[in-house]
């Protein structure tokens, strides 16, 4: 089992090195990441009460969409790029009996943190201007900017925030975890990343309010830190709320509406592919991205129901419904990592593409096997990782 995660955490390093989210000409990179995977799979069934309906889901996916597609007449190319992306929700059956001990999990939250920080740092070096003049801008490699809308840069500076603010209990490790979470907001604010910031400023403030009651002591310290930080970094924080703003009010949610609508219009008449879906590799005219036809929504749960109808919308939503429930009993004592999670997952469901990803993909198995601990007092601690309960 060793082994298979080594495996694992190889592909995962190939893809944050060398690899991106979505890649359009997929190369030896992405072969070798395959290859790895493959070799990497336990074989074993894993236990939970999502199991049934993930598998249920992944069942349907690999079947009548790909049936309704070929009908359909979309080309194998399209066909195959889409069940590419659909099988990062297989990750959690494929993997998760590897994660049974402490050190497995933790190379696991080493391997959505390392890719998450390394995809901002590529982001980052890829930028024409520097750091802080990036915020709010977009310039330099453009095959490289959407780096910083992967799940894992939002998972890692969620968790490495609220774990330095609020877990940690060691200084020096606290003020590491801080400093390493600069480097994923900054790509993430580079790319004006709006959902996935006010997700995160509300999962902080949550924690601080929590942290009053609880730790007023430490909240003291982190509200004075954070007085000083705004003070010496008032204005590029106020250039970038000010371009957040302005970005909202030219774009207000990117059209998001007006592409359901435009998903929603393809079934009028056609009541067999409301049921089915449009299959695999079909394409929309989307308002998102100028009327561009694209193979893709900018949403997983508007992409399901677009390819595999109702009925793979139910299963979707029950598949990855009890994920999230099985994952909130086992972490409800751990704050830090249950919102870590759920910061990039909720616009990953409703608001971005980011769900075609192998990043996405290692956020479910995250969601399916990571496991928090209660410090004293009911006071949230590090993270120790503990076998899964039978």
Known sequence: MNLRVAMLAGAAALYALAGSPTPDNPG?????????????????????????????????GATVP???????????????????GFAALAMPLLFAPLFTDNRARAILLAMLCGTGIAFAGRYLAATSTPVLGAIGMMGGDPGLLYLANSPAVAFAATWLLLHGCFGETRGTRAALCIALAVI????????????????????????????????????????????????????????????????????????????????LAQFEGHPLRAVFGAGWGSYLKSP???DTWVRFSHALL??????????????????????????????RAD???????????????????????????????????LIGQTGPRGVNQTPQFQPAAS
């Open 288 to 290: 998102a991205v100028g």
């Open 28 to 60: 030896w990179a992405e072969i070798a990441i395959l290859l790895l995977l493959l070799a990497a799979i336990p074989w074993q069934k894993p236990r939970g009460i999502w199991v049934a309906p993930m598998a249920l889901l992944l069942a349907y």
């Open 184 to 263: 994923p907001i900054l790509a993430m604010a580079g790319m004006m990343q709006r959902a996935t910031l006010v997700l995160l400023a509300c999962a902080w403030s949550a924690l601080f309010l929590r942290a009053c009651v609880f730790q007023p002591r430490r909240a003291l310290a982190l509200a004075g830190v954070l007085a000083a930080a705004l003070l010496v970094m008032w204005e590029p924080v106020g250039n970038l709320v000010a371009n957040l703003y302005g970005k909202t009010l030219a774009v207000g949610w990117n059209a998001r509406g007006a592409e359901f609508t435009a998903l």
């Open 302 to 331: 508007t992409a399901t129901l677009w390819k595999a109808g109702v009925i793979g919308l139910v299963l979707a939503c029950a598949g990855l419904g009890a994920l999230v429930v099985d994952a909130c009993r086992r972490l």
């Open 66 to 84: 790909l049936l309704v597609g070929t009908l359909a007449g979309a080309a194998p190319a399209d066909i195959l790029r889409d069940m590419i």
């Open 335 to 369: 704050a830090p990592m249950l919102l870590a999670l759920a910061v990039p997952l909720i616009p990953a469901l409703f608001l971005y593409g980011s769900y075609k990803s192998f990043c996405f993909g290692l956020l479910l198995l995250g969601l399916a096997v």
